[in-house]
């Protein structure tokens, strides 16, 4: 395992930070998940090197935290674990009450960092940040970062004090990021965690076409709105997703990589990146997962997989929101 700082704070993190979505058996969007593989998936993660996991409380209503506090252990001193305040919680009392909550199901008197899950167009951003510092104060938190930040809210946010991490959806697939945001954070030394880094595993190569692609996961605007659990209302761009799908599977085929591995190396080549939260729903994809560390693509090959991703970055656009045709993640 390789680690990186996480921003300006103290924190060394494992550059694979296990995502914990999918490990929730009650979670409306993943199915079919056994218990006994979340704690598995979990306990891999730590044997390969892992030693950053990151939860919500809206992952299963508090069951993602809850198998991540009880999977750790007595190994929760060796790990940074990140949770997140939802954006309805973003008022002082209803935060410290949220903050509270994470910390009884994580089973910890501290949360290493703590993430604005979503930015709230409603809610003011300043009394939220004053809490959080008075919360760092208390010793609750260690430190606290951003998720789903756009432009316009990390402008807003900068000036109120250190922010050490945006968690945002990055993927060879999904490079709206690119445009704006990313210069912003590396402008900043605001680390980067690239959330949904596998496409939500489609970047593994498992479905070959967007049919096969479960609803579920069918949602992003990379997907026609005719699919049922879309809410975004756009054409999609399907056929350029699954065209650039093949080039990199290809690509992947004639490197001898698994098609996930490219996916996230490349990633980790990409400026102001610190970790790819990556999910696992059990031990054999956490192991597999925690080996890209390993992988250094030369720039070539880099370049390449940019070049091929390049066709859907532009239908994309600027709108880094996945799952909306007007992005939650500015202010307008
Ligand atoms: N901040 C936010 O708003 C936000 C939003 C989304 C996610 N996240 C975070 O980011 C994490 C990762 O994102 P994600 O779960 O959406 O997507 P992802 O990491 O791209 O995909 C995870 C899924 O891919 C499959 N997979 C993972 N490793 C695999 C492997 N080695 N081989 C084959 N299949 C594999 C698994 O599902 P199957 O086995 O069922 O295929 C797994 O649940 C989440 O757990 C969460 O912590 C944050």
Redesign the pocket.
């Known amino acids: 395992m390789r680690y990186r700082k996480l921003g300006q704070t103290g924190l060394n993190v494992s550059v694979v930070c296990q995502?914990?979505?999918?490990v929730a058996t009650k979670d409306i969007f993943?199915d079919g998940q056994d218990k006994a593989d979340s704690f598995k998936a979990i306990w891999a993660g730590l044997d390969a090197g892992v030693n950053f996991f990151?939860?919500?409380p809206a992952?299963g209503n508090g069951e993602a935290e809850e198998i991540l506090g009880e999977a750790l252990g007595k190994h929760r001193q060796e790990v940074v674990v990140a949770t997140?305040v939802p954006p309805t919680d973003l008022v002082p009392e209803k935060l410290r009450l949220s903050c509270e909550r994470s910390l009884r199901a994580l089973r910890t008197d501290y949360i290493d960092l703590y993430?604005i899950?979503?930015p709230s167009k409603e809610l003011p951003l300043e009394p939220a940040w004053r809490t959080l510092e008075t919360l760092q104060r208390e010793g609750k938190i260690r430190y606290f970062g951003v998720?789903?930040f756009g432009v316009s809210f990390l402008r807003e946010a900068i000036p109120l004090g250190r922010i050490e991490s945006n968690?945002l959806?990055y993927?060879l697939l999904w490079r709206a990021v690119e445009f704006e945001i990313q210069p912003l954070c590396v402008a900043h030394q605001i680390g980067i965690l690239c959330?949904?880094?596998?496409?939500?595993?489609l970047?593994?190569g498992?479905f070959q076409t967007a049919d096969e692609v479960p609803e579920k996961r069918a949602r992003t605007r990379l997907f026609s709105s005719i699919r049922k659990m879309t809410r975004h209302g756009e054409l999609g761009c399907e056929a350029e997703t699954f065209a650039v799908f093949a080039e990199i599977q290809a690509l992947a085929r004639q490197q001898k990589m698994a098609m996930?591995h490219l996916a996230l190396a490349w990633l980790l080549h990409q400026a102001g990146v610190t970790s790819v939260?990556?999910?696992?729903?059990?031990a054999?994809?956490a192991t597999?997962?925690a080996t890209v560390a390993d992988f250094e693509l030369d720039d070539e090959l880099v370049a390449r997989l940019s070049q091929i991703t390049e066709p859907v970055k532009q239908i994309i656009g600027h709108n880094a929101d996945p799952w909306e045709h007007v992005s939650r993640m500015e202010k307008q």
């Open positions: 995502g914990t979505w999918s993943w990151d939860t919500a992952y997140k993430q899950h979503w998720s789903n968690q959806p993927s959330y949904s880094p596998l496409a939500q595993g970047l593994t498992k996930g939260v990556v999910g696992a729903r059990n054999a994809q597999d997962n």
